[in-house]
């Protein structure tokens, strides 16, 4: 092997660093999106990285939609604090008390579709061009289209028929007024990837990550946290059971996975063993088989 | 040492490669066939397809749906974008750019083909080398792809036959000599029934090389990266304006080719100017050498003016900077062909530059490679050579010689949109 020679992770945080330093000299006010989510943990670990010594350019913007799990916050704040990042907060109650979307009601009432219209309105307020974001291609079969530089009308909308090409390293990153560009650089990532790398940096996760003991009910097949933002129905059972989370969304549509993993070593064991991706656990993504497709288009992440 | 020092994945590299084919190729189920077979897909998604072929009436489990993912696509049966996929072994991670091969579909096989150290080749084993096998393996040649893998898929139809197998393959040897690929390897397989893909074939005992995976896992990787002439583009400067950094000033960047350690000689481009390196260094702390792709930072001896756009190489092997170029492009625009004497903003390397294309001097016929000088005028997935005047030097070397510093693409400033890709000759 020739001494200049790069490993697969070596490779990808070379090419996620490039597009985060694209992002920066191409737009004027770009922002990266943070969720407290493994894949912004590593994202905010990588922008540090591109412009070492010197402090992250750009806001971290966190879409709230006050269904989080307690520790995601903790967490969060906890590490704006150590890096000296700043951070935006775009709650999803305020939209809904200012009356721009309306409250899911039912059992399966979820905020997440909500969150689309509290980004879309932080994007205009604070006039980013530009939303850097953690998701991968590897997820969803909407995101393998995805491009590393997505194009957003003024409507904050994806048409995945007008994305523009991509070709070697070459981003761009023109546009019209009132346009902006959603940022993927890990777009070539696999989950596996992001938990090699967790390890490889020894990044600090939320515990909700590991192994913990947690009431839980098993609602169509996936395990949801017991809380006060779900309604347990009659014929509902809440047990105590040993989980742990593959994701971090919101409350009421993350599941838990039964598991042991008390290490990121035992994690990535888990993985490479798991019969389910990752977003098997999502009951966003379960509404129909092009879910993801249709909520992108609408300007989801 | 930590103890995750011995883990295997922090020695796996990475492979990028393409696949090229049309729609009854099988070329998704060859994908589909990868990805099951190497355990990147999952029960759910399994299930899905399953539910999904099910619902269409399809007599095996549609694995092309694995790869077909937006709407329109799954209604028309066709692939309408370069999708990625992605797996991996315990030796190396792969990332697929599946393009479509119709002929309308020339600017995503482009695009697929500019980032792949590799390209899959699907040839039907009823129908032999055929105009788009010219046509894809034109397009691998001229994006300086440097290892073809041509399978001959559909074996199961041909009674898994020998002949028919080696009379494609001699086919496609007398094409290929017109070509520009140093390297190309053939497998018989069978994509629908698993034949060569992943596990050798019984069905094919005359065959004696090894299954596709193994190609793909076993192939000398050289990424078409330079690593002799030093190239290092600035992306950004950076200036931490804090009490411990006061005047430090890192030029950051990703290194195109060749490599930069401290204390090297270097010269600035366009300005000239020249200055040894002070340090490289990433996050981590300094770095011996940095070397195409690294992602680093430099700071240097001496205060000079450098900003984005500007380029670091070596007094005695730099780019050329010049404001005339001659250049392969292709045409991408739906909307309108290229117009010549029109203002078009030059995108290249992290410069930009204003530019007008002076002249086409020819197009190609991709599937017969011959050139065509009676109709000059490039449109949509037209491929032609160019001559093009920038509005400053544009520093660049021939893509032959470096596929980073010797890429551009051009936009048009009415719609934003990127119209053409080019390879500077």
Redesign the interface.
């Known amino acids: 092997m020739?001494k200049?020679?790069?490993?697969?992770?070596?490779?990808?945080?070379?090419?996620a660093?490039?597009v985060i330093?694209?992002v920066?000299?191409q737009f004027q006010k770009p922002a990266l999106l943070f969720s407290g989510g493994k894949d912004s943990i590593v994202m905010t670990r990588l922008a540090?990285?591109?412009?070492?010594?010197?402090?992250i350019p750009f806001p971290l913007l966190h879409v709230d939609t006050g269904h989080n799990f307690p520790e995601t916050l903790e967490y969060r704040d906890n590490l704006v604090r150590e890096i000296g990042a700043t951070l935006i907060v775009a709650l999803v109650q305020d939209s809904i008390d200012k009356g721009r979307v309306v409250e899911e009601t039912g059992i399966n009432a979820s905020r997440n579709a909500l969150q689309t219209t509290t980004l879309l309105d932080a994007v205009e307020e604070h006039q980013f061009d530009a939303a850097l974001g953690g998701a991968r291609?590897?997820e969803e079969?909407?995101r393998?289209?995805e491009r590393f530089f997505s194009h957003r009308n003024e409507f904050g909308q994806w048409d995945?028929?007008n994305?523009?090409?991509?070709?070697?390293?070459?981003f761009?990153g023109?546009?019209?007024f009132g346009e902006h560009f959603r940022v993927f650089p890990l777009?070539?990532w696999?989950e596996?990837?992001v938990w090699?790398y967790i390890?490889?940096e020894n990044l600090e996760i939320p515990n909700l990550y590991f192994s913990h003991q947690r009431e839980v009910v098993n609602r169509n097949g996936a395990l949801l946290a017991a809380c006060d933002y779900i309604s347990i129905q009659p014929d509902e059972e809440i047990q105590k059971k040993k989980v742990r989370f593959r994701t971090i969304g919101d409350m009421t549509c993350t599941g838990a996975v039964e598991s042991e993993a008390s290490s990121i070593?035992d994690i990535?064991q888990e993985v490479a063993a798991?019969?389910?991706?990752e977003r098997?656990t999502r009951a966003d993504d379960k509404r129909s088989?092009?879910a993801m497709?249709d909520r992108k288009k609408q300007g989801y992440f | 040492m930590s103890?995750?020092e011995n883990?295997s994945?922090?020695?796996?590299?990475?492979l990028r490669f393409t696949t090229a084919g049309s729609v009854d190729d099988g070329k998704s189920t060859l994908i589909g066939r990868l990805l099951y077979d190497t355990k990147a897909i999952?029960?759910?998604?399994l299930e899905?397809i399953e539910l999904?072929s099910r619902q269409r009436g399809d007599e095996h489990t549609n694995l092309a749906l694995?790869?077909d993912?937006?709407?329109?696509e799954?209604e028309q049966g066709i692939t309408?974008?370069?999708?990625?996929?992605?797996f991996?072994t315990p030796k190396?991670?792969f990332?697929i750019a599946d393009t479509p091969g119709h002929i309308q579909y020339t600017?995503?096989m482009?695009?697929g083909a500019?980032?792949a150290d590799l390209a899959i080749i699907l040839i039907d084993a009823r129908k032999g080398v055929i105009e788009q096998t010219c046509r894809h393996s034109f397009i691998a040649s001229l994006l300086q792809i440097q290892h073809v893998v041509v399978c001959v898929n559909k074996m199961d139809l041909v009674g898994y036959d020998q002949k028919t197998f080696d009379t494609i393959v001699e086919n496609y040897k007398d094409f290929a000599s017109r070509l520009d690929i140093p390297h190309i390897d053939f497998v018989p397989i069978s994509a629908l029934n698993g034949d060569n893909v992943v596990e050798k074939s019984s069905n094919m005992d005359w065959y004696k090389g090894g299954p596709l995976l193994y190609t793909l896992e076993n192939v000398y990787i050289?990424h078409n990266?330079n690593?002799i002439d030093a190239r290092f583009p600035v992306?950004?400067v950076?200036?931490?304006?804090?009490r411990?950094?006061h005047d430090?000033r890192?030029y950051?960047?990703?290194v195109c080719g060749g490599?930069f350690k401290k204390g090297d000689e270097v010269m600035i481009l366009p300005s000239g100017f020249k200055s040894k390196i002070k340090s490289v260094h990433?996050?981590e702390g300094e770095v011996e050498e940095a070397?195409?792709?690294?992602?680093v930072?430099m700071t240097l001896e001496d205060e000079i003016d450098i900003s984005?756009g500007m380029m670091i190489a070596k007094p005695n092997n730099h780019p050329k900077a010049e404001q005339d170029i001659e250049a392969m492009v292709c045409w991408?625009s739906e909307q309108s062909p290229l117009q010549l004497r029109k203002k078009y903003?030059l995108?290249?390397?992290?410069n930009e530059v204003k530019c007008m294309v002076q002249e086409v001097r020819y197009k190609v016929d991709i599937n017969t490679l011959h050139k065509i000088e009676a109709d000059k005028e490039l449109r949509l997935n037209d491929i032609g050579r160019i001559r093009l005047r920038a509005s400053a030097p544009v520093l660049f070397d021939s893509y032959r010689r470096n596929?980073?510093t010797g890429?551009?693409?051009l936009?048009d400033?009415m719609t934003?949109?990127?119209v053409a890709?080019g390879m500077i000759i």
């Open positions: 020739s200049y020679h790069l490993t697969h992770l070596k490779h990808l945080e070379s090419e660093i490039y330093r694209e920066a000299a540090q990285k591109a412009f070492h010594p010197g402090r291609r590897d079969k909407a393998a289209k995945p028929k994305q523009r090409p991509e070709l070697w390293n070459i761009n023109h546009k019209g777009s070539n696999t596996m990837d090699q390890a490889l070593e990535i798991a019969r389910l991706t098997g088989e092009t497709e | 103890e995750s883990k994945y922090l020695d796996m590299d990475l999952f029960q759910d998604q899905a999904s694995l790869t993912g937006l709407r329109a799954r309408i974008d370069v999708a990625y996929r992605y991996a190396r991670k990332i600017r995503n482009v695009t500019s980032t050289n990266y690593h992306q950004w950076i200036r931490p304006q804090s411990d950094y430090y890192g950051s960047g990703r490599a990433t996050y070397f195409s792709p690294m992602s930072s984005r991408f903003t995108l290249h390397t992290t596929r980073l890429s551009f693409i936009v400033d934003n949109n990127t890709a």
